[in-house]
């Protein structure tokens, strides 16, 4: 039986792995069609902002991992 403590820790994982998965589909929309991006005339500038993002969601697993272990 998983216990509350496991299911809260489950959820957050999921969460941020979903978060990443959305940011790293923007990043290969806007690697193949640039063009679709017409509010962010800087291509360059909106990946780098979808990076910034995969990279404070995968900051939050490791610290997940690191910390708040399932047991």
């Known amino acids: 039986m ?8 489950k959820s957050l994982l999921a ?4 978060e990443i998965q ?3 589909a ?20 909106a990946i780098q902002e979808e990076l910034d993002q995969v990279a404070k969601w995968e900051d939050q ?4 991992q690191k910390y708040l272990k399932v047991q």
């Open 26 to 45: 923007n990043v290969e929309i806007y690697l193949n069609n640039p063009a679709g991006i017409g509010e962010h005339p800087d291509v360059t500038a």
């Open 15 to 18: 969460h941020a792995n979903g």
């Open 2 to 9: 998983v216990n509350l403590r496991e299911k809260i820790i």
């Open 22 to 24: 959305i940011h790293l």
């Open 61 to 64: 697993v490791s610290v997940i």
